[in-house]
């Protein structure tokens, strides 16, 4: 059973589009978080809702929205892509809010 | 803004070797946990010690944490090729996860 899934796993598209990230965990967690990965593998968080509430928010360009209809998913939508949005995006979710962090296996974006 | 530092960046050694790796930080923090990510995967969480603990182990692994000097290393001992892959240090404070830049360990057969 996969503990935290994201879709899609690979995503190209051109400069512009909006498009969609969706993460589920089937872990019974209640915090779940969006990270960016960049071409050097620095791993940047994004965002983090816990019970469905937004408790972090980095400085992240507003073209980017995360949203999560309850504590199993949390979605991130990308308006006007970029060609510096390319990254890989990593969905992760734990129990509370200072224990292990499980993650997703990503979804590589590729903005032409 | 960056909060672990891995050092080294790189480590390559022969399999049956240990290999250490170290995590500085800036502030003080909850607890500090310890990641490998294999290429093209997603992060594994290893080992997680909290701020009032100075050493754990699990397996092959051994984590120290020195909060006077802001500083953890990791530890493998008996590598395997298979533990190649980069490992990741990341600093739990105000609910958030800092990750460093990594270690990248290749263990050679």
């Known amino acids: 059973d996969t503990a935290v899934s994201q879709t899609p796993k690979y995503l190209v598209t051109q400069m512009g589009n909006d498009k969609s990230i969706k993460c589920e965990q089937n872990?019974?967690?209640?915090?779940m978080y969006w990270y960016k990965q960049d071409s050097k593998k620095f791993l940047k968080i994004m965002f983090s809702y816990n019970n469905k509430e937004l408790i972090i928010n980095e400085t992240v360009p507003n073209r980017f929205s995360p949203k999560s209809p309850d504590k199993a998913h949390l979605n991130l939508h990308i308006n006007s892509l970029e060609l510096g949005d390319s990254a890989v995006y990593f969905c992760?979710?734990?129990?509370?809010?200072?224990?292990?962090?499980?993650f997703g296996p990503g979804t590589r974006l590729t903005v032409l | 803004s960056q909060q672990g530092e891995e050092d080294p960046q790189a480590l390559s050694i022969q399999e049956g070797e240990n290999a250490t790796m170290n995590c500085s930080y800036k502030t003080s923090i909850n607890n500090l946990q310890w990641y490998r990510q294999n290429s093209g995967r997603g992060l594994v969480h290893l080992i997680l010690i909290r701020s009032n603990e100075r050493e754990k182990h699990s397996g092959r692994l051994r984590v120290t944490l020195d909060t006077s000097k802001k500083s953890s290393s990791l530890l493998i001992t008996a590598s395997r090729a298979a533990d190649t892959a980069s490992y990741f240090c990341a600093t739990d404070v105000n609910y958030k996860l800092t990750f460093g830049k990594g270690t990248l360990l290749t263990v050679n057969p």
């Open positions: 992760a979710s734990r129990l509370g809010l200072y224990n292990e962090q499980f």
């Open positions: 872990l019974g967690h209640d915090t």
